[in-house]
């Protein structure tokens, strides 16, 4: 509950950044305005030209997970199955607190194909390590773009978020490689039964990254789920008038990435408004038009998101209170994780 709180607050202050200047010296408002709040209000319906093709682009996001997330999964599951799942996911993602999509897509896939949740969640995992590397191959290229020189402030958290991302897949693949052989030694040695099943679940969910082929053409359909939404947010950029904004939505995407997932901040809106708002300023739009492209794009990621979410989870009946059992849903999951790890190694 504190944490709760302590999230609400700290988004807020992060929020406020994208609109007013905090005077923390003590003299004058506390707030002061960037720009005339009322001008910003009657000029946001100009922006229009570009936030419906981002919309659209952000909902193209789904399907494209659905494709890509086949080349995870062992079992073939029909398209219908993984779209209506990956859309459910981005439903309670945007719509619901705990930002458990990805748990419930999991959970959701588990049951309908009577699969461990564990290998079902693991596949995700992958889905989205790949999505990072992807992106960053993104970041990579936008570079050699007309903002190059202006992106080498970026060029120091580009290092670190490149070492992350060949940390974590150097994880995966061992945890692919080695995970079912200790599994099998635990046996022998007739050790730690539960952690035998979780390792070999384990290694069925990471199955993909067993191979290099395999990890590869995972790869290349990660891209179209990262390229849609890094031209969306390039036609934003564009669209506010910035030369060759086309070339920078990778950067702002890179940058929602990584100021999103820093460990142990319940901030994640505010941090939106926060990195959005000071990446667009540090690539020359204006302090009016950078809180419009904050407001505006995270506007229009939720209700495209939720809209077409919507839709899926009408046509497989599911009641928001169903969703809003989040945590009870992950609870359950991880008791079948539980009751499934005792079943004995196969040798």
């Known amino acids: 509950m504190l944490l709760g709180v302590v999230g609400v607050g700290v988004s807020a202050v992060l929020i406020s950044t994208a609109f007013f200047h905090w005077n923390l010296r003590g003299e004058g408002p506390l707030l002061v305005p960037r720009f005339p709040l009322r001008e910003f209000f009657r000029e946001l319906p100009g922006h229009m030209v570009w936030l419906i093709p981002f919309m659209l682009l952000s909902a193209s996001i789904i399907p494209l997970r659905a494709l890509q997330w086949q080349q995870t999964l062992q079992r073939k ?5 993984r779209y209506h799942l990956v859309a459910i996911g981005a439903f309670t993602h945007n719509a619901l607190p705990g930002k458990l999509g990805d748990i419930i897509r999991s959970f959701l896939l588990s049951r309908t194909q009577q699969l461990p949740f564990l290998q079902s969640l693991g596949s995700v995992a992958v889905c989205k390590l790949l999505e990072f590397a992807a992106l960053m191959l993104l970041v990579a290229l936008s570079f050699l773009g007309p903002f190059g020189k202006t992106m080498a402030q970026f060029a120091g958290a580009l290092k ?4 992350l991302c060949i940390g974590l897949v150097a994880l995966v693949v061992l945890l692919a490689h080695y995970s079912r052989p200790l599994a099998h030694a635990l046996h022998r040695r007739h050790q730690l039964p539960r952690l035998q099943g979780l390792l070999l679940h384990l290694a069925e969910g990471l199955s993909t990254a067993r191979s290099f082929r395999g990890t590869a053409v995972a790869l290349l359909y990660s ?4 390229l849609a939404p890094a031209i969306g947010y390039g036609m934003a950029l564009h669209g506010l008038g910035i030369p060759g904004g086309l070339f920078a939505g990778a950067v702002v995407l890179g940058a929602i ?3 999103q997932s820093l460990p142990g901040v319940p901030a994640g809106l505010g941090l939106y408004y926060f990195v959005t708002s000071w990446a667009a300023r540090s690539l020359g739009a204006s302090e009016a038009d950078a809180a419009a492209f904050s407001a505006l794009t995270h506007l229009g990621t939720v209700f495209s998101q939720v809209t077409v979410g919507a839709i899926s989870v009408h046509q497989r009946k599911l009641r928001l209170k169903d969703l809003r059992r989040g945590g009870s849903l992950a609870r359950e999951a991880a008791h079948h994780v539980a009751h499934d790890a005792v079943e004995p190694v196969a040798p």
């Open 160 to 163: 670190v978020a490149v070492s």
């Open 257 to 259: 990435a990584l100021g």
């Open 77 to 81: 599951v029909p398209f219908k199955e």
């Open 223 to 226: 891209v179209g789920p990262v």
